[in-house]
């Protein structure tokens, strides 16, 4: 993987595979990457040109772009003079935002970001944890890692709530608009779930990992920091409060609009159209001239041979119109196929959310591939084994190339970053729904006899597909990186959906 891209694949539900890529902006007033995704797919799924069009892959993809939430450790939240904290402390003292509309807005914008970054810097707290246990030597101690991010964690998020909820008093007035104080309330909520669920997840790797003396003391505090957090929503009336032998439908549908409104200061206004079209028609007018050209020379040469009103000249008049059309329609078909080539499907204009920015371009296209068409690096990280080639009988994988053209402008970045902490990339969130692959296999479960203790028995087997995705990424400008970065993920797919994915190595 580049370091300029990061990337992350996961099962969304039961259907859908989330695909998140990070486009880092480099050091230069434009960065161009390219991605190109491969689809390696078995023959007996079914699917083909002929029977899966761009119209079906489009309609089982879903774009979100967003900028790229800015990256803050937990304890300078409180600290760091860009945090968003800190400037909504300093909006508050000026003592002026009431009146002011502008900093009315900017006020909602870093309330709703500090619990977007918030929910990031946890995100990067526990990948750290989890990074330093895996990379652990056999018999090495962590505690000591374990000790210090769990105490990192405990101050950190009670240094930032105490601060935070010091501003109730300034926004629980009178003469505070509405909007407000909603946003207050909801950051609030949002904050105090990311604390539970990170001390609840801390807690687990305290218990699992963590074998030293000060394992029980750690435990108490974590379990004391999740009460106190589910005390604190209860007290200011927030419905999210998970309740034993309730179905917590409202916890449920509280966490996901909140999660929501809080990425909401990151979306972005996107136009999305059909590439080339103006010279797809330009091309198609020249092919129609090309045909007219034809008839017309053939009837002026037969008109000059025979004259007018005579059999032959009626002849050759069809003959020229029959030619024509087909003239026309090979034209079509071959300026089609050299524009597939050089142009995309679709076309992403990426501006910021009040549109004045153009921050990037995205562009989009598809098209089913030969093998010998797949550049040599990413064959090899697929890495075909000889029972893939006896699964397709030997007429090899059908092969889908998803690729996309990323365009970001440094410039207009800067523009939208005046009033929060530095924007420094794209996310590019793709959800690809796999049903229509699930149409033409096997029962899941199959029940295969055999004999066990010396009786006849029967015994459950799993029918799975394999579904290979490789992913190999560019830089184009600037030429950073010379260095081609490939990647795969094997799907494993049943007649349900989608059993798992595993991270391949390359």
Known sequence: MLHTIQQAINPHDRYQIEIKLDYKLLDDNKTNYRVYTYFFLPQSLGISKESYHKSDFYRDVQNYIRLKTPDLDLHAFTKQADSPLTAVHRIVKAGSWQQDIALKTQLVNHLKLLSAMLKTAMREHFHFIYKRIEEAPDGAKVHRIIHNLVEAFLAGTEAMTISYRALFGEFNLPGVDAEIFTAYSL?????????????????????????????????????????????????????????????????????????????????????????????????????????????????????????????????????????????????????????????????????????????????????????????????????????????????????????????????????????????????????????????????????????????????????VYHLNLISRYRVLQPQVEKEKSHTRVRVILNQKGIKRLEQVAV
């Open 187 to 463: 950051t609030d909520e949002y904050i105090s779930l990311l604390i539970e669920e990170a001390a609840i997840e801390m807690y687990q790797i305290v218990n699992d990992h963590l074998k030293s003396a000060k394992q029980g003391q750690f435990k108490s505090q974590l379990r004391a920091r999740a009460a106190k957090e589910s005390k604190h929503r209860r007290a200011m009336g927030y419905g999210s409060v998970l309740k034993e032998g309730d179905d917590n439908e409202t916890y449920v549908f509280r966490a996901s609009v909140l999660k929501k409104y809080a990425a909401s200061v990151l979306y972005l206004s996107t136009a999305v159209h059909r590439e080339g079209r103006g010279t797809e028609q330009i091309l198609y007018a020249i092919a129609a001239g090309l045909s007219m050209i034809f008839a017309t020379v053939v009837a002026f040469y037969f008109q000059s041979i025979y004259g007018n009103l005579t059999v032959p000249f009626f002849t050759a008049l069809v003959i020229g119109y029959m030619f024509k059309d087909r003239i026309k329609e090979l034209a079509r078909d071959l300026f089609s196929a050299k524009l597939q080539d050089r142009l995309y499907d679709r076309r992403t204009d990426i501006r910021s959310l009040d549109g004045k920015h153009k921050l990037g371009v995205l562009r989009e296209k598809v098209s089913f591939v030969q093998e010998k068409d797949v550049p040599r690096p990413a064959l090899k990280a697929r890495n075909k084994d000889f029972f893939a080639d006896l699964a397709n009988a030997g007429r090899g994988e059908t092969i889908i190339c998803y690729t996309k053209d990323v365009v970001l402008y440094a410039d207009a970045f800067g523009k939208v970053s005046v009033d929060t902490p530095t924007m420094t990339g794209l996310n590019d969130i793709t959800r690809y729904d796999v049903r229509r692959f699930l149409k033409k296999m096997a029962e899941p479960v199959q029940e295969r006899p055999c004999i066990i203790n010396d009786e006849l028995a029967t015994v459950p087997t799993h029918k």
